[in-house]
């Protein structure tokens, strides 16, 4: 460990040498900037992200992935960075070098460090503090470069613990950055491994956006297992639209170990609604993962089902991507602010064959996934002939099960009954309307969906 005095002396240096680098002042520098909730790059025209992510740390000599992920139509690459702590740092002249790539492909590239992966959770993750050290470090390749950098600070700076610090650490990143002279967007991740369950992002970001002396901050929600709906997409994204903040789908998948994404809903929605999305990824995955992969060993004629399914597909990159603005290309209008979702219904299930009483509601639970120790649940809610202004599902846990996450309702357990009940937002259903709401348990066998009850209220 280093001694204080030498690593405040160190952090000095850095800073006044990212001030000279990063230019004065800071919001002289032309680049792109948020306003009303949109993103918009330097010629003051909308930009809306089409892209994916590309590994870039991991496979440093894969370098014609930048063409070939333009060749299929994306207009911005977010790109994977270490800072050295957990993996090899991608030093000054690399990154200058990927930035030439993108500008080269006319992409927009999002820099994220991916070291912050799980912090408090996952070992070896370090803080967003750490990862400011890291820009800091490397500011001279950002200089200059605002009409086509975001800087992403950190990937899903938090697992499933000691996430309650994400609003205070995120605000205090984004000052120190500012106060060092960087006048990129920023882009901030969701913590909970990114897909914010906790809604920590979701109720938080209003104080982190007004923290940033520049109003010029992104945030990035990534949606995996805990995005199974359409319900919870539209729910979690509207929010945002709803308070004009600025959102964009850092990562998503068509599946993940921890549960179905519903690709098609997120697609369909970020377009109806202007959002950005950034698919994960082009190729190289790993850890059993390995089915997220777009392409087959980086190559572009090899696309998976996945790949077609992002570039090729109903709202998929092809269809919908269109080039920023400050590499030259048409100027098209504006999106509507108004258009109107075409979301499907948010049905997963057949409805019950017999309706429920009038004014009551019915509960089916499913399994979404499972995994040694572990399982991930879903409880769909219907209202049966008549409106409903609240629910309560009740159901008995199986003998080694407990339930230690919940999202989009409030769960409370005695002993082994387990009684949920609406939030705020999800309670008032119009006939035969539904809602869902899910959980993450622990299961000593194989666990089993029991029969659950619904009451209306």
């Known amino acids: 460990m280093r001694k204080r005095l030498s690593v405040a002396g160190v952090a000095l240096l850095t800073v006044l040498a990212a001030v000279f680098?990063?230019?004065?002042?800071?919001?002289?520098?032309?680049?792109?900037?948020v306003s009303n909730g949109k993103l918009y790059d330097a010629n003051?025209?909308?930009?809306?992200?089409?892209?994916?992510?590309?590994?870039h740390t991991w496979y440093?000599?894969?370098?014609?992935?930048?063409?070939?992920?333009?060749?299929?139509?994306?207009?911005?690459?977010?790109?994977?960075?270490?800072?050295?702590?957990?993996?090899?740092?991608?030093?000054?002249?690399?990154?200058?070098?990927?930035?030439?790539?993108?500008?080269?492909?006319?992409?927009?590239?999002?820099?994220?460090?991916h070291d912050t992966t799980g912090y408090g959770e996952q070992s070896g993750a370090?803080?967003?503090?750490?990862?400011?050290?890291?820009?800091?470090?490397?500011?001279?390749?950002?200089?200059?470069?605002?009409?086509?950098?975001?800087?992403?600070?950190?990937?899903?700076?938090?697992?499933?613990?000691?996430?309650?610090?994400?609003?205070?650490?995120?605000?205090?990143?984004?000052?120190?950055?500012?106060?060092?002279?960087?006048?990129?967007?920023i882009m901030v991740d969701?913590?909970?491994?990114?897909?914010?369950?906790s809604f920590t992002m979701r109720d938080n970001a209003a104080s982190v956006f007004a923290a940033d002396p520049q109003k010029n901050t992104v945030f990035s929600i990534h949606m995996y297992g805990v995005f199974d709906t359409a319900a919870e997409i539209s729910d979690y994204l509207g929010r945002f639209r709803t308070a004009k903040l600025p959102i964009v789908v850092g990562e998503f998948g068509f599946d993940h170990s921890d549960g179905n994404p519903d690709e098609d809903a997120i697609l369909s929605y970020t377009q109806a609604n202007g959002i950005g999305y950034l698919g994960w990824?082009?190729?190289?995955?790993?850890?059993?993962?390995?089915?997220?992969?777009?392409?087959?060993?980086?190559?572009?004629?090899?696309?998976?089902?996945?790949?077609?399914?992002?570039?090729?597909?109903?709202?998929?990159i092809k269809a919908t991507s269109k080039e920023a603005s400050v590499y030259g290309g048409i100027v098209t209008p504006t999106p509507s602010t108004t258009v109107t979702p075409t979301l499907p219904p948010p049905t997963t299930t057949p409805p019950p064959t017999t309706p429920p009483a009038t004014g009551g509601c019915t509960a089916t639970y499913t399994i979404i996934g499972q995994w040694q120790g572990g399982f991930q649940g879903e409880v769909k809610v219907t209202a049966g002939s008549a409106a409903i202004n609240g629910?309560?599902?009740?159901?008995?846990?199986?003998?080694?099960?407990?339930?230690?996450?919940?999202?989009?309702?409030?769960?409370?357990?005695?002993?082994?009954?387990?009684?949920?009940?609406?939030?705020?937002?999800?309670?008032?259903?119009?006939?035969?309307a539904s809602t869902s709401f899910g959980f993450i348990g622990s299961s000593t066998g194989t666990p089993v969906a029991p029969a659950v009850t619904c009451t209306a209220s």
């Open 190 to 197: 969701a913590p909970n491994w990114g897909q914010d369950w």
């Open 281 to 316: 990824s082009w190729s190289g995955n790993g850890g059993g993962v390995e089915y997220l992969d777009m392409t087959t060993n980086f190559n572009p004629a090899a696309l998976t089902t996945w790949g077609q399914r992002i570039f090729n597909g109903a709202n998929g």
């Open 44 to 55: 003051g025209n909308e930009f809306i992200m089409r892209g994916v992510n590309h590994a």
């Open 21 to 33: 680098a990063f230019g004065q002042p800071a919001h002289a520098a032309a680049g792109f900037s």
């Open 391 to 432: 629910w309560t599902a009740k159901w008995t846990l199986g003998s080694g099960q407990s339930i230690s996450q919940a999202w989009n309702a409030t769960l409370t357990s005695s002993g082994s009954n387990v009684t949920a009940t609406n939030v705020s937002y999800n309670g008032k259903l119009g006939a035969g």
């Open 126 to 185: 370090i803080t967003l503090d750490r990862a400011v050290d890291y820009w800091l470090s490397i500011s001279s390749a950002l200089a200059g470069q605002e009409k086509y950098v975001i800087v992403n600070i950190g990937n899903e700076p938090y697992g499933n613990q000691g996430y309650g610090t994400w609003a205070t650490d995120s605000a205090n990143a984004i000052k120190r950055l500012r106060a060092a002279g960087l006048a990129h967007t």
């Open 60 to 113: 440093q000599q894969q370098t014609s992935s930048f063409a070939n992920i333009k060749a299929l139509g994306a207009n911005t690459v977010r790109v994977v960075l270490a800072s050295g702590d957990r993996w090899a740092k991608n030093d000054t002249a690399d990154v200058a070098n990927v930035i030439s790539l993108c500008k080269a492909n006319k992409l927009i590239c999002v820099l994220e460090v």
